[in-house]
């Protein structure tokens, strides 16, 4: 991390975890754990649970996002959100393009950057992901694949909402597998992230956009990889579940 240029994020990523009731418990527990934290602190819920997490959080260091969004303002898409239905409740923060929306529902890279652009165009923080399978990784065209990923993603998205956008880096070899990059691994990727940064927006936007690793960070694996420079953070996953190991996630963050 490099807290002179830009900030330092942990963000879980609930997946299909916790009713309401079992969120808030797990925020009850969360608030004092990380009430110190010298790095942004955001928990990614189910839709089911953002109005809990809302009325919780309220007047904590803790920030709101949810788990995917749709492209459209409204219309007929059955079991879809809009962006402005996260903009109402008050959210802040939404992710796109994981994984397992790419793996389980057909997301495309082409629809990420729709998704992006009408979170950011209705006022939200977006985390946008990008990856490489096992494959891929084995096939040697991960920085190609990311690339190219991270330009699609940002199609239309100007310099100045850069400022509201975070990239995930997350090798999907590396997710809920317990397997985990190496922090040389998880540094090579996200330099390269921000090299296409520099080539998109110049050298200063990319030097200032947060670039998280995602790929079974832990509470025993998370201060290697936050003390590479271009590893800003977490988007964390199974971790997130437990107050404590979170908490040492953030704190190794904040250091």
Same mark, same amino acid.
């Given at each position: 991390?490099?807290?002179?240029?830009?900030?330092?994020?942990?963000?879980?990523?609930?997946?299909?975890?916790?009713t309401?009731?079992?969120?808030?418990?797990?925020?009850?527990?969360?608030?004092?754990?990380?009430?110190?934290?010298?790095?942004?602190?955001?928990?990614?819920?189910p839709?089911?649970?953002?109005?809990?997490a809302?009325?919780k959080?309220?007047?904590?260091n803790?920030?709101?996002?949810?788990?995917?969004?749709?492209?459209?303002?409204?219309?007929?898409y059955?079991?879809?959100?809009?962006?402005?239905?996260?903009?109402?409740?008050?959210?802040?923060?939404v992710?796109?393009?994981?994984?397992?929306?790419?793996q389980y529902?057909?997301?495309?890279?082409?629809?990420?950057?729709?998704?992006?652009?009408?979170?950011?165009?209705?006022?939200?923080?977006?985390?946008?992901c990008?990856?490489?399978?096992?494959?891929?990784r084995?096939?040697?065209?991960t920085?190609?694949?990311? *690339?190219?990923? /991270?330009?699609?993603?940002? $199609?239309? +998205?100007? %310099?100045?909402?850069?400022?509201? !956008?975070?990239?995930? #880096?997350?090798?999907?070899?590396?997710?809920?597998?317990? *397997?985990?990059? /190496?922090?040389?691994q998880? $540094?090579e +990727?996200? %330099?390269a992230?921000?090299?296409? !940064?520099?080539?998109? #927006?110049?050298?200063?936007?990319?030097?200032?956009?947060?670039?998280?690793?995602?790929?079974?960070?832990?509470?025993?694996n998370?201060?290697?990889?936050?003390?590479?420079?271009?590893?800003?953070?977490?988007?964390?996953?199974?971790?997130?579940?437990?107050?404590?190991?979170?908490?040492?996630?953030?704190a190794?963050?904040?250091?």
């Amino acid at each position: 991390m490099n807290k002179n240029l830009r900030k330092a994020v942990i963000a879980g990523n609930w997946k299909m975890n916790k009713t309401a009731t079992q969120a808030a418990q797990l925020i009850d527990e969360l608030i004092p754990a990380v009430k110190d934290a010298g790095c942004e602190v955001v928990i990614c819920t189910p839709f089911t649970s953002l109005v809990t997490a809302l009325e919780k959080t309220k007047g904590t260091n803790i920030h709101v996002g949810a788990e995917n969004v749709h492209f459209e303002a409204s219309g007929a898409y059955t079991g879809e959100i809009s962006a402005d239905m996260l903009v109402d409740l008050g959210v802040e923060y939404v992710i796109t393009g994981h994984s397992e929306r790419r793996q389980y529902f057909a997301e495309t890279d082409e629809t990420v950057n729709k998704r992006t652009l009408a979170a950011l165009n209705a006022g939200l923080k977006v985390i946008v992901c990008v990856g490489e399978n096992l494959t891929q990784r084995e096939q040697g065209v991960t920085e190609e694949l990311v *690339r190219m990923q /991270t330009k699609i993603a940002l $199609q239309g +998205v100007t %310099a100045e909402q850069m400022a509201n !956008l975070i990239i995930a #880096y997350e090798p999907v070899w590396a997710i809920g597998t317990g *397997r985990t990059a /190496t922090a040389d691994q998880a $540094q090579e +990727v996200c %330099a390269a992230i921000r090299k296409v !940064l520099a080539e998109l #927006y110049g050298q200063a936007v990319a030097d200032a956009t947060t670039i998280q690793y995602g790929g079974s960070m832990n509470a025993k694996n998370c201060e290697e990889l936050v003390s590479k420079p271009d590893v800003d953070g977490g988007l964390i996953g199974g971790a997130a579940l437990k107050a404590g190991d979170f908490a040492t996630i953030v704190a190794a963050a904040s250091k």
